[in-house]
């Protein structure tokens, strides 16, 4: 699936992690693991946990309230909010409901999106579609997650990996704006059992067995996950590229989903792009699945490695198995 989506603009950026730091050092007491090779195969040097009375909801709530200052809206002018999770509080009601109620967007319609580490693309090309057909009203699009809460603590494959936190943005219509000049969005289901929670949905309730066979917890496939992210991200920017009809130097931030540091390296070779082109933050927070990019989106344009006019490539990968990508001006 492809396309282009004139006259979008991201309005405001916000994010929001736990206070909470749990570092490689802590891990080693733990799991059969280091620093240094947590570092060398990953980047993550630490990563941020939720306390047990924050939740996916109420990270997503504080990033949203960032991006609603920032982009000078009330709430009340938001008619649509997208929450992209594979974490929610609870299977319904929708976290996106919910966090329509706690902001207090009484005009706006609500619904959560699940697609994994994909997440965020997929609802942010999905809001941009939404803006113009909800216009003048805006559409908030969320990545939240608080993975701690199925991380198997034993498991170093894993634990090592992941961590809690939100990010969020407001999209409105500017016809003076080219908007997404392009986008896609993939999804390959047979490679779903490299990357799943097992239980938990109808096909596997919960039930004493599941929870034994500690079936609640993330499984994956690291290896065959890696070079699926790798294959896909550089097959993925170089059709959007063509799409655009851009070269590879129009481009003035390449932002990738945060899930390790070597496939961000590896696609950025693979491309033959410098590593200044990007913007990684992967050694503070790991792997927050739909949240990563638009952390990283809102920490860069805080770093001034995004101005208005610029054009950013946003590329995610994950569970599904699942990839998105887009080109817009910022």
Not at 50 to 76: D, H, N, R, V
Not at 177 to 199: M, Q, R, V, Y
Request: with cysteine; aromatic share 8%; glycine share 10%.
């Amino acid at each position: 699936m492809s396309g282009r989506i004139e006259g979008i603009e991201i309005l405001g950026t916000g994010y929001y992690v736990p206070e909470k730091v749990l570092t490689n050092k802590e891990l080693e007491s733990r799991l059969d693991t280091t620093d240094e090779w947590i570092v060398t195969r990953t980047g993550i040097r630490e990563r941020r946990i939720a306390s047990p009375e924050e939740t996916t909801l109420s990270m997503a709530y504080y990033a949203s309230e960032k991006a609603i200052q920032k982009a000078k809206i009330e709430p009340g002018e938001i008619g649509l909010i997208i929450v992209a999770t594979a974490t929610p509080d609870m299977i319904f009601p929708a976290t996106a409901a919910q966090l329509q109620e706690k902001i207090g967007a009484t005009n706006a319609g609500a619904f959560d999106l699940s697609i994994g580490c994909t997440g965020f693309i997929y609802a942010l090309v999905t809001g941009a579609l939404y803006t113009k057909v909800l216009y003048p009203q805006k559409v908030l699009v969320v990545g939240a997650e608080k993975l701690s809460a199925i991380v198997d603590w034993q498991d170093r494959s894993t634990a090592v990996l992941f961590g809690d936190g939100a990010g969020a943005v407001i999209l409105g219509v500017n016809p003076q704006k080219a908007g997404i000049l392009a986008f896609e969005l993939g999804a390959d289901g047979s490679g779903a059992e490299l990357l799943k929670l097992p239980a938990g949905g109808s096909k596997l309730p919960a039930s004493a067995e599941t929870v034994e066979k500690r079936l609640h917890f993330i499984k994956m496939n690291g290896s065959e996950v890696f070079k699926f992210a790798v294959k896909k991200i550089e097959e993925s920017v170089n059709g959007l590229l063509e799409k655009a009809k851009l070269q590879p130097d129009d481009i003035d931030l390449y932002l990738f989903h945060q899930a390790n540091r070597r496939i961000i390296v590896n696609s950025l070779e693979r491309l033959a792009l410098d590593i200044e082109k990007t913007f990684i933050n992967i050694e503070l927070y790991g792997n927050t699945s739909a949240a990563s990019i638009p952390i990283a989106l809102d920490e860069a344009i805080h770093a001034g490695k995004l101005k208005k006019g610029d054009k950013l490539l946003l590329s995610g990968f994950g569970a599904g198995l699942a990839w998105g990508g887009l080109i817009m001006e910022y």
